[in-house]
C-alpha cells in the first residue's frame, strides 16, 4: 500500500489533522484529487462527495 493510501483510509471519516511537512507537491496533489476535508463539517470525504464550494453532501441535505 502507498503512503498516499494509508494516509486516505486513516483520514476517510475522520476529522484528524494531515501532516504535510514531508510529502511532495505531487503527492499533496495524488491526495487531493482522492480525499477532501469538508469547509462545513471539517470531516474527510471523497474528494468527489464535495461540491463547488467545498462542502460534503451530508451538509448540504
Request: aromatic fraction near 4%; hydrophobic fraction near 30%; glycine fraction near 4%.
Amino acid at each position: 500500500m502507498t503512503k498516499i493510501q494509508e494516509e486516505i483510509d486513516r483520514l476517510q471519516g475522520s476529522c484528524d489533522n494531515l501532516d504535510i511537512e514531508d510529502w511532495s507537491q505531487e503527492q499533496l496533489e495524488e491526495l487531493d484529487s482522492q480525499i477532501a476535508l469538508c469547509d462545513c463539517c471539517g470531516w474527510w470525504v471523497e474528494s468527489t462527495e464535495l461540491d463547488d464550494e467545498g462542502i460534503c453532501e451530508d451538509c448540504v441535505e
